[in-house]
């Protein structure tokens, strides 16, 4: 669970909510193909997980993000990543109200 102190109280959100909700959101995006981990024998612990390739930390009440991506052959890298950032940091501040940090977005492999 996250817990984020602010001026109103606090905000309390599940790891898992979280996670599903930056993998669908990155995963929605134009060119990207699928999620995946950047740890090979993740595969083998979690072969079914649907929020592969997202891994969360809390710096200062702000959220630290980054996303392990796969992308379609012949797509622009830089227009992917931009719009994952953007897409996801709106998603996320907009159901949840946890600023966005930073969010770092590594292309592991294109198909």
Request: glycine share 4%.
């Amino acid at each position: 669970m996250l817990r984020i102190e602010n001026h109103i109280g606090a905000i309390t959100v599940t790891q898992k909510y979280l996670k599903a909700l930056i993998s669908r959101t990155a995963a929605s995006c134009f060119g990207v193909s699928g999620m995946n981990d950047c740890n090979p024998l993740a595969a083998f612990v979690l072969p079914k997980s649907k929020q592969k390739g997202v891994f969360i930390r809390t710096k200062n009440n702000k959220l630290r993000i980054d996303l392990h991506i796969t992308v379609s052959y012949g797509v622009n890298a830089s227009a992917i990543t931009d719009s994952i950032v953007k897409n996801v940091r709106f998603a996320v501040e907009q159901a949840t109200d946890i600023p966005v940090d930073k969010i770092n977005v590594f292309i592991d492999k294109i198909t």
